[in-house]
């Protein structure tokens, strides 16, 4: 079992920034896709992006995208996400996630691995 463990959450005011991590442990992957999904109080959980940590090859949910970078540094097996320009409605628990495969995937069901969570709160 590959564990996921997140951090950077915290609050900030709107407009602010932050950096989330995410570390894997254990037994890791030749190939595979890591990604970022965050749900609020209430509502489903949402697909925010993802990296391919082969290639690099990111995608965005358009409700981040300009405003959100995915990356990966695979000598930590760690993926970050940088959230700038930040709004009340990304406030969420961000989870991050990884699967086995090259593809992309939006839907939460495709991937194998998750962690914990780190609450992300951003204040008007």
């Known amino acids: 079992q590959v564990q996921l463990v997140e951090s950077g959450g915290g609050t900030v005011q709107a407009g602010g920034s932050l950096r989330l991590s995410c570390t894997a442990s254990?037994?890791?992957?030749?190939?595979?896709?890591m990604a970022w999904f965050r749900q609020a109080p209430g509502k489903e959980r949402e697909f925010v992006a993802s990296?391919?940590?082969?290639?690099?090859?990111?995608y965005y949910a358009d409700s981040v995208k300009g405003r959100n970078t995915i990356s990966r540094d695979n000598a930590k097996n760690t993926v970050y996400l940088q959230m700038n320009s930040l709004k009340p409605d990304d406030t969420a628990v961000y989870y991050c996630?990884?699967?086995?495969?090259?593809?992309?995937?939006?839907?939460?069901?495709?991937?194998?691995?998750w962690g914990q969570g780190t609450q992300v709160t951003v204040s008007s």
């Open positions: 254990g037994r890791t992957f030749s190939t595979y896709v």
């Open positions: 996630a990884a699967k086995p495969s090259l593809t992309y995937a939006s839907n939460y069901e495709a991937y194998n691995y």
């Open positions: 990296i391919s940590m082969i290639g690099g090859r990111t």
